[in-house]
């Protein structure tokens, strides 16, 4: 299963991105929930970055199941307003998916614990 895990500030402000864990589907290669997942996920990131001009904080492995993208602490508040839309916008979509395949994907969405480090 897909896990999302979406951390965010007290304030509910979008902090973190975690996607791990594969679809299981279908075959490796053809497993549509997967595509759509990696669609929209690298979409959006790639969106960032070439839209606002923000390199996210990336880590992912080599070999998929696992992709986590944080702002920048350091943006300023019109490029980090951009950012958000364009990171809640994707969460919009997962959630979209998740609907028709809750069985293959799960969106957690919580409040975080406390201030950036």
Do not use: W
Request: glycine share 10%; with cysteine.
């Amino acid at each position: 299963m897909i896990q999302v895990q979406v951390k965010r500030t007290h304030e509910r402000e979008l902090q973190t991105v975690t996607i791990t864990g594969h679809a299981e589907a279908g075959p490796y290669g053809y497993d549509l929930i997967c595509a759509g997942v990696s669609a929209v996920t690298f979409g959006a990131v790639n969106a960032v970055e070439e839209l606002c001009g923000v390199a996210l904080d990336i880590e992912q492995s080599e070999d998929g199941g696992y992709l986590s993208c944080s702002i920048p602490e350091s943006i300023q508040n019109n490029s980090r307003e951009q950012v958000t839309l364009l990171l809640e916008g994707m969460l919009s979509s997962l959630r979209t998916i998740e609907a028709s395949y809750s069985e293959h994907i799960q969106v957690n969405d919580r409040q975080g614990g406390g201030k950036r480090a």
